[in-house]
């Protein structure tokens, strides 16, 4: 398996993954973002995907650490992802610098309407995570 992982850490399912970038409906040229990366379970599933331009972001540098290790992993078992461009980084997401990393010119508003969905999900997905623990 994946070398960045923590079982003390919460750690997102692969196909969960997989859901949620299929749901985002980003094409494969778009940017897909992960603000809250972890390690990297969102960013090494759209490289397998195919996604072609992917941001990981995590304030925990233990997190971003783990996150690029699985991308240098997935990278070394999976050659076809070496296409993507991959960034991963230890900043809070309204840090995040987009000036090097553009989406092609052929990105439309429904490859941003994507991003902006698959952020959303995972917003959700952390919130009802926050909620649950709270109730136990």
Known sequence: GRPGRS???????????????????????????DPF?????????????????????????LAAQASEQNVFWMRDHYPETKRAQVKVMQAPAEEIDFSNFVA????????????LIFVTIVVLLIGAAVFLLAAI
């Open 7 to 33: 079982p003390r850490s919460g750690m997102l399912p692969p196909k969960l993954a997989r859901i949620m970038l299929n749901l985002s409906g980003a094409s494969r040229d778009g940017v897909i973002l």
């Open 37 to 61: 990366c972890g390690s990297g379970t969102v960013v090494t599933e759209a490289m397998s995907m195919g996604f072609r331009n992917i941001i990981g972001s995590d304030l925990e540098p």
């Open 104 to 115: 092609p010119p052929t990105s439309s508003a429904r490859d941003m309407l994507g991003v």
